[in-house]
């Protein structure tokens, strides 16, 4: 298995407060991409989401009950 880089290390938080919790064995729906467990900061919502998404990713509740809210709905 390939070491993680940047944004999908373990710890890793983006600009929106989103934090790495950990990686699945499940595939993605993204070219090759797998399955990362995220945690917001902010409300402590966890959900999935796409290795290559990481970086850009927004809680997946609406903005009205999380402040770093509005993202795409998570998978897996």
């Known amino acids: 298995m390939r070491r993680p880089k940047g ?3 373990l ?3 983006n600009k929106n407060g989103q934090v790495v919790i950990r990686r699945t064995s499940k595939l993605g729906t993204d ?3 797998y399955i990362y467990i995220l ?3 902010h409300c402590k919502t966890i959900y999935g989401a796409n290795g290559s ?3 850009e990713r927004r809680c ?3 903005k009205l009950d999380c402040r ?3 993202g795409k709905p ?3």
Do not use: L, M, V, Y
Request: glycine share 20%; charged share 25%.
């Open 74 to 76: 998570g998978i897996g």
């Open 68 to 70: 770093a809210g509005g």
């Open 7 to 9: 944004t999908t290390r």
């Open 31 to 33: 070219h090759n991409q």
């Open 39 to 41: 945690r917001c900061k």
């Open 11 to 13: 710890g890793f938080e």
């Open 60 to 62: 997946p509740k609406p």
């Open 53 to 55: 998404d990481i970086w």
